[in-house]
């Protein structure tokens, strides 16, 4: 697989670089967050939400929403899985990492996505992205096999326990958490009630 450089004119369907905010003293903190063998993901961090950004992100990205940091970190280097909020994500990488994307207007009208059409980019150190809400991505991939820390920004409470069952014909079976629809890979290892509907390779980076 070809890895795009986050700031290539193939990201623009994605995302966008943010480059008008100082990620240095976030960056600084995550130093102090696990880095596991596999992945965790932790919704929201009270350490990362008393630093000053936390405003910042909340006014001029969010709209005044309330809004929830947390991190994804670890090692990995498969996609496994592809999720999508209504609201667009900030991810501030705080090591290089690698982001697996694709678009949610190629999953099908019976919720099957080709893995083929996923692309990968580079997002190095210190950059700030923020993916759109119809963008597919999961887990960010590990860059030559070395642990990524990644925060990860969302309106409050994305990700949390869902309060009842989903388990409807329609997109409402992708319904994992809250304000979260995911679709998995059969390989992926992952168990529970969820939609085995990602076809083709399971890409490995």
Known sequence: MVIH?????????????????DVEGIVKEMEHTPLPDDVIY?????????????????????GELPIQIGYCNGHNNKLNALEYHRSSEINIAATDLILLLGMQQDITEEYM?????????????NTAVEVYATTLH?????VDGKGFRCVVVLPKDTNLPLEKSHQASSEDK?????????????????EGEVHFGLQGENITI
């Open 42 to 62: 932790v919704p929201s961090v009270k350490e990362l939400e008393a630093l000053p950004i936390f405003q910042t992100l909340q006014t001029a990205l969010y």
């Open 174 to 190: 992708l319904l994992t958490a809250k304000n979260k629809w995911l679709i998995a890979h059969k390989d992926s290892g992952i």
């Open 5 to 21: 450089k986050v700031n290539s004119e193939e990201f623009r369907k994605y995302g966008r670089v943010i480059s008008s905010i």
């Open 138 to 142: 999961y887990a960010p991939c590990s």
């Open 113 to 125: 996505y080709d893995t083929s059409k996923v692309e990968g980019f580079l997002v190095p150190a």
